[in-house]
């Protein structure tokens, strides 16, 4: 370095910064492949994850690339602009979540509109787009941050409306014969602790004993020769050719009970295990499971059932079926991950 002359190591620099951008946009088409084929799913529950852990990018510089990469997948032109740098992986991820904190606030812009948007933030830190798009809609401007303090302490801020704020004081006079002067951190934490015990299920009434769970009727042979007993039993009366087994119409219905079971069997977290027995735990969005699917005749037991997060149930119907289904309404993500069917 020191043997550079100042015209060298400034024309280096510059020629540096461009070939980063024009990296930082060949990762972002990568990260878009990745996200459609659901790569990251054999290991991660999520793609943050894999871009945290196997990546090794930070919460927010993971956040910034998946932003900028659903920006880019919205809106063609990103990619031009990113490269020459009129705007940046933040400004790019702020937009994007504008655009989302928009739609959930009910107004979805038109492809034009957000290409407008676009242009307006060229040239324009951070700072400045954040001010831009306050003036549009303050309410979709993020107003909440999450940092940690140290290994046991985050601090959280969020802005509270005048209804959440009159819910809180009404709280605190609820529980002012026990604590006179609860912190909101104390609230919270109270608060948590009611919804966590209505809203999961395996703190719901333990399962009764001796209820009857539902009972094996049907099996699939191709699965019956694997594992025998999550699938439906041979029903006795059965006259199906020279199979003993009798096809039944598969059901779906999972008891509560048994739902319950299922839900503090796992402790409230995922249970994929990856290829080195490594478990998932994630607690984010999850749904239960038949390891052998219903359709292949898996049944609603003990046994067939496992709790999986939302990305590890879509990597197992992936493997099942080929496809995953996803919320109604969006694509069928194929198992080549184009998203056409
Ligand atoms: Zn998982």
Request: with cysteine.
């Amino acid at each position: 370095m020191k043997s550079l002359t100042n015209l060298e190591l400034l024309s280096n620099i510059r020629a540096l910064a461009q070939e980063e951008r024009r990296i930082g946009v060949e990762l972002l088409h990568h990260i878009r492949e990745i996200d459609a084929r659901k790569l990251y799913g054999e290991k991660h529950s999520s793609l943050h994850e894999f871009l945290v852990q196997e990546l090794k990018y930070s919460d927010g510089a993971a956040h910034r690339r998946i932003q900028a990469m659903r920006l880019l997948r919205d809106l063609p032109e990103t990619e031009a602009k990113l490269s020459s740098g009129e705007i940046t992986l933040s400004t790019a991820s702020q937009l994007q979540n504008f655009f989302r904190a928009e739609k959930k606030l009910g107004t979805t812009y038109a492809s034009a509109a957000k290409r407008e948007l676009l242009s307006k933030i060229e040239g324009k830190s951070t700072r400045q787009t954040e001010g831009l798009l306050a003036a549009i809609s303050l309410q979709a401007v993020p107003r909440e941050r999450e940092r940690t303090l140290n290994e046991s302490e985050s601090s959280i801020t969020f802005v509270a409306g005048s209804e959440l704020r009159e819910k809180l004081m009404r709280l605190r006079g609820l529980v002012a014969h026990k604590n006179p002067c609860p912190s909101y951190a104390e609230l919270f934490e109270m608060l948590a602790d009611i919804a966590l015990q209505k809203l999961d299920p395996s703190k719901s009434e333990p399962l009764t004993a001796g209820k009857q769970l539902a009972q094996p009727t049907e099996p699939t042979l191709a699965y019956a020769k694997r594992a025998p007993h999550l699938l439906r039993a041979p029903s006795p009366q059965s006259t199906h050719g020279t199979c003993k087994f009798q096809p039944i119409q598969p059901s779906r219905y999972i008891p509560t009970a048994l739902k319950r079971l299922t839900w503090s069997r796992a402790q409230g977290r995922c249970e994929f295990l990856d290829s080195n027995g490594r478990r998932c735990t994630s607690s984010y969005a999850l749904e239960i499971d038949h390891k052998i699917p219903v359709g292949r005749g898996g049944i609603a037991s003990e046994a067939n059932l496992q709790l999986l997060c939302r990305s590890h149930n879509a990597h197992k119907n992936l493997g099942d079926y080929g496809f995953v289904w996803r919320r109604p309404g969006d694509l069928r993500v194929a198992r080549e991950g184009t998203g056409k069917i």
